[in-house]
T-cell receptor, first 115, second 116 residues
Framework: GDSVTQMEGPVTLSEEAFLTINCTYTATGYPSLFWYVQYPGEGLQLLLKATKADDKGSNKGFEATYRKETTSFHLEKGSVQVSDSAVYFC??????????????FGPGTSLSVIP | GAGVSQSPSNKVTEKGKDVELRCDPI?????LYWYRQSLGQGLEFLIY????????KSGLPSDRFSAERTGGSVSTLTIQRTQQEDSAVYLC??????????????FGPGTRLTVL
């Protein structure tokens, strides 16, 4: 079945460092790809999404590009802040296959940004 | 407007007891999802509702788990005869249920269930 793999954490960065969190997926169809974020003590929030190959999702300085040839959706940010400390989940859904958005999540990557 | 709400926020129960978890989706959202977040398994899909019907219950781990949705709004997830492995955070999400394209799911804060 479809699945998502992402880099193991925890990741610790200094403020203003460059962030990359790798994500690859396995899917038989043409899924939509997502990054969700879970801040400490808060619920899961959609950070960005891309629905077809070569699309770039972006939000709050974060970006990810849907690469079908490498089945990847890596998350990047040029300069992280302490407030970016959270757990990041890469995810996919394939509405063509299921006709609804059954989201399959990766294991999550914990990010800590230190001043 | 109000987001997805869940109650209780925390639930501690004894093994063998039944528990009910409630989800209030965003008003007007026809699609509702339950997920479970546990240390060993990560985030797992449990069940999907469109209106009051549940076309996909494939993620429910056993027949001790059931869910219903009434009036196309509030949903209740019931776990009977709870076991320690049921301890997890249960998340509810809703989305507009639009045909075509990809809906954004909005998640509630979750219910943390601890089975002693």
């Amino acid at each position: 079945g479809d699945s998502v793999t992402q880099m193991e954490g925890p990741v610790t960065l200094s403020e203003e460092a460059f962030l990359t969190i790798n994500c690859t997926y396995t899917a038989t169809g043409y899924p939509s790809l997502f990054w969700y974020v879970q801040y400490p003590g808060e619920g899961l929030q959609l950070l960005l999404k891309a629905t077809k190959a070569d699309d770039k999702g972006s939000n709050k300085g974060f970006e990810a590009t849907y690469r079908k040839e490498t089945t990847s959706f890596h998350l990047e940010k040029g300069s992280v802040q302490v407030s970016d400390s959270a757990v990041y989940f890469c995810a996919l859904s394939d509405r063509v296959k299921t006709s609804y958005d059954k989201v399959i999540f990766g294991p999550g990557t914990s990010l800590s940004v230190i001043p | 407007g109000a987001g997805v709400s869940q109650s209780p926020s925390n639930k501690v129960t004894e093994k063998g007891k039944d528990v009910e978890l409630r989800c209030d989706p965003i008003s007007g959202h026809t699609a509702l999802y339950w997920y479970r977040q546990s240390l060993g398994q990560g985030l797992e899909f449990l069940i999907y509702f469109q209106g009051n019907s549940a076309p996909d219950k494939s993620g429910l781990p056993s027949d001790r788990f059931s869910a219903e949705r009434t009036g196309g709004s509030v949903s209740t997830l019931t776990i009977q005869r709870t076991q320690q492995e049921d301890s997890a955070v249960y998340l509810c999400a809703s989305s507009p249920g639009l045909a075509g394209g990809t809906d954004t799911q909005y998640f509630g804060p979750g219910t943390r269930l601890t089975v002693l």
